[in-house]
Structure formats: C-alpha cells, structure tokens
Nanobody, 119 residues
Framework: VQLQASGGGLVQAGGSLRLSCAAS????????MAWYRQPPGKQRELVAR???????TYGDSVKGRFTMSRDIARKTAYLQMNSLKPEDTAVYYC??????????????RGQGTLVTVSS
C-alpha cells in the first residue's frame, strides 16, 4: 500500500489550504482514513477521521474550521483547512486502514506534508 499526500505549504493566518491523500496498491477496500498532525516539539494529534459508519470525528482544535471528505472510488481523502492559525503549523500525516486483495488488512501512514501558517 502506498500513500501520496500533497497540498501542504506556507499560508498566512486566516488563509486556507487543501490537503489530499491518495492510497494505491493491492487494496480491496479502504476501511478508515484519517489525518493526524504533529506540531513542532509536540505529540501527534488527531485532526480528522472518516469512520467506517460514515461519520467523521474531528479534533477539538479544528472543529468548525476543517472539513474532511473522501472520494471512495479514487481511494482519496481530502482535508479542507480554513481560517488557519499559526498553531495549525505542523506536519500533517494521512493514515489509512485497508482490506487487501489477499483478504489481509493493513494500516499505513503517509510520509507527511508540512503546513506552515504565518502570523
């Protein structure tokens, strides 16, 4: 399973960015996709998770500003980030849980994409 994350960059406070994460490989189905982030010097934290039941869970610090969506056919997740704040600066990672074509399962994490929000 390979994950390709993109869309990070430098943006001013109040601006927007859209991240994408595409999964590829011997995937039968994607069970869960999630975005995590790790700010400089801090622990990794949940940003958003698209759950198998169709709901989405958001971290408290991003509720109302970030929106996660999925294109199931393309095995791609998106993270629309609005009203960005300097404290959103972090490396953003995409995690996926998948069922593979050989009926096994796997959890993979992407390489991360850097988001920097200037004040």
């Amino acid at each position: 399973v390979q994950l390709q994350a993109s869309g990070g960059g430098l943006v001013q406070a109040g601006g927007s960015l859209r991240l994408s994460c595409a999964a590829s490989g011997s995937i039968r189905s994607v069970v869960v996709m999630a975005w995590y982030r790790q700010p400089p010097g801090k622990q990794r934290e949940l940003v958003a998770r698209a759950n198998p039941d169709g709901t989405t869970t958001y971290g408290d610090s991003v509720k109302g500003r970030f929106t996660m969506s999925r294109d199931i056919a393309r095995k791609t997740a998106y993270l629309q980030m609005n009203s960005l704040k300097p404290e959103d600066t972090a490396v953003y990672y995409c995690d996926v849980g998948v069922l593979l074509t050989d009926s096994s399962s796997a959890i993979e994490r992407g390489q991360g994409t850097l988001v920097t929000v200037s004040s």
